[in-house]
T-cell receptor, first 115, second 112 residues
Framework: DTAVSQTPKYLVTQMGNDKSIKCEQNLGHDTMYWYKQDSKKFLKIMFSYNNKELIINETVPNRFSPKSPDKAHLNLHINSLELGDSAVYFC??????????????FGPGTRLTVL | GDSVTQMEGPVTLSEEAFLTINCTYTATGYPSLFWYVQYPGEGLQLLLKATKADDKGSNKGFEATYRKETTSFHLEKGSVQVSDSAVYFCALSANTGNQFYFGTGTSLTVIP
């Protein structure tokens, strides 16, 4: 069973389009994340939800909107796609809470290419 | 604020060479420290972790010791293999457990 899954794995689209990426975890975790990884492998945190509540909202364009229908799912919707949005987007989850020792589990990534 | 600084790459080694990837951190309180590995075309996966000072994490021949006095968590392996070629990320988790801080990643290529 896949612990953290993302769909689609690849997404190729034109500038100006709107697209969504979906993430699901079956680990029973309370906290989920979206990261953006650029071509130099740098990982940037975008958002985090804990039990459907937004807890981390880094400086990203407001064209990016996360949605968490329940604590097992965190989706990312992107409006008016731009060339600079091309990257690999990773979903991750963790138990969360007021402890530091629980690791994050990552999904396989969604490679977004904007033409 | 909390942060992680890791050795810049890329690093190229011959098979069976000794590997060290340096990682230092800045944190308030008592963070946990992690090394993640990302193989080509895949997501990040946990390689090892240490949750308190002087703990040593180990896995697949890799080791790292949580050194509070030098605020470091250097990754080492005595004899690398071609299959270790990947990008390695140092990370820390603060007490809240919700915020992770990742280093910039170090790309390792092992040549036969």
């Amino acid at each position: 069973d896949t612990a953290v899954s993302q769909t689609p794995k690849y997404l190729v689209t034109q500038m100006g389009n709107d697209k969504s990426i979906k993430c699901e975890q079956n680990l029973g975790h309370d906290t989920m994340y979206w990261y953006k990884q650029d071509s130099k492998k740098f990982l940037k945190i975008m958002f985090s939800y804990n039990n459907k509540e937004l807890i981390i909202n880094e400086t990203v364009p407001n064209r990016f909107s996360p949605k968490s229908p329940d604590k097992a799912h965190l989706n990312l919707h992107i409006n008016s796609l731009e060339l600079g949005d091309s990257a690999v987007y990773f979903c991750a989850s963790t138990t969360g809470g007021w402890v530091s020792y629980n690791e994050q589990f990552f999904g396989p990534g969604t490679r977004l290419t904007v033409l | 604020g909390d942060s992680v600084t890791q050795m810049e790459g890329p690093v190229t080694l011959s098979e069976e060479a000794f590997l060290t990837i340096n990682c230092t951190y800045t944190a308030t309180g008592y963070p946990s420290l992690f090394w993640y590995v990302q193989y080509p075309g895949e997501g990040l996966q946990l390689l090892l972790k240490a949750t308190k000072a002087d703990d040593k994490g180990s896995n697949k021949g890799f080791e790292a010791t949580y050194r509070k006095e030098t605020t470091s968590f250097h990754l080492e392996k005595g004899s690398v293999q071609v299959s270790d070629s990947a990008v390695y990320f140092c990370a820390l988790s603060a007490n809240t457990g919700n915020q992770f801080y990742f280093g910039t990643g170090t790309s390792l290529t092992v040549i036969p």
